[in-house]
Structures are given as C-alpha cells and as structure tokens.
C-alpha cells in the first residue's frame, strides 16, 4: 500500500532554518511526482514546491522562492524541503503528496493533481 509519511517538523525562530522529509513505502519513488503543500487553520491548502521523477523540473511558489529548496533521493525513497529564512508566515502543516506520471521531467502544485497523501507536519516559527 502507498504511504507517504512527513518528518522533521517543528517550532524555529524566525531567520531559522527547517528540513522536512517526505519517506515512501509501498511503492518506488522513481515513477512519481512529489509535490509539498501547506495548509493553515481557515485558509487553503498552498502548494509550496514540487519536483519532476527525475529532480530536473523544479518549481517554487513565490513566497518561497530563493528559501526553499526541494530535492530527491529515489534510492532513498525519500524527498526533502529544506527551508531556509523562515518567518512566521511559514507557520503550518506542511504535506507532501505523489502523482503517477509517465513524464519524467512533469510536476505542478495543484492540489487536485495529487491522488496521494501524507498526514503532515507541523511547522512553527515563533520567537
């Protein structure tokens, strides 16, 4: 069975520096798209960053850009955002989620693209 599981969550201060995982079981890494979102109480998920199977395509949502980088380790079977500068604004539970894709160099972050989910982790930056 697919699963995907969050790590590496916590509370930062701001100017603080976070690296979430993304660990899959079930199923190799190699032939999907991994995308990460956020979501804050009342508001919709945001997509945040996602990457193509074979880590060429990246793409950033602007309030991010230039703080987080996303890679991926398919022998590892594991994805990472590394998160850098981190504010307040950054405060959420993060999830990552997979597509299927024939496409080796597709990702996008739109929420409805992705069939699997992980159950998040919380992401706090407070002084």
């Known amino acids: 069975q697919l699963q995907l599981v969050e790590s590496g969550g916590g509370l930062v201060q701001p100017g603080g520096s976070l690296r979430v995982s993304c660990a899959a079981s079930?199923?190799?890494?190699?032939?999907?798209?991994i995308a990460w979102f956020r979501q804050v109480p009342g508001k919709e998920r945001e997509g945040v960053s996602c990457?193509?199977?074979?880590?060429?395509?990246?793409n950033y949502a602007d309030s991010v850009k230039g703080r987080f980088s996303i890679v991926r380790d398919n022998a590892q079977n594991t994805v990472y955002l590394q998160m850098n500068t981190l504010s307040p604004e950054d405060t959420a539970v993060y999830y990552c989620?997979?597509?299927?894709?024939?496409?080796?160099?597709?990702?996008?972050?739109?929420?409805?693209?992705?069939?699997?989910w992980g159950r998040g982790t919380q992401v706090t930056v407070s002084s």
């Open positions: 989620a997979a597509r299927g894709t024939s496409f080796l160099n597709w990702c996008d972050m739109t929420a409805g693209t992705y069939d699997s």
């Open positions: 079930g199923f190799t890494l190699d032939y999907y798209a």
């Open positions: 990457i193509s199977r074979r880590g060429v395509t990246k």
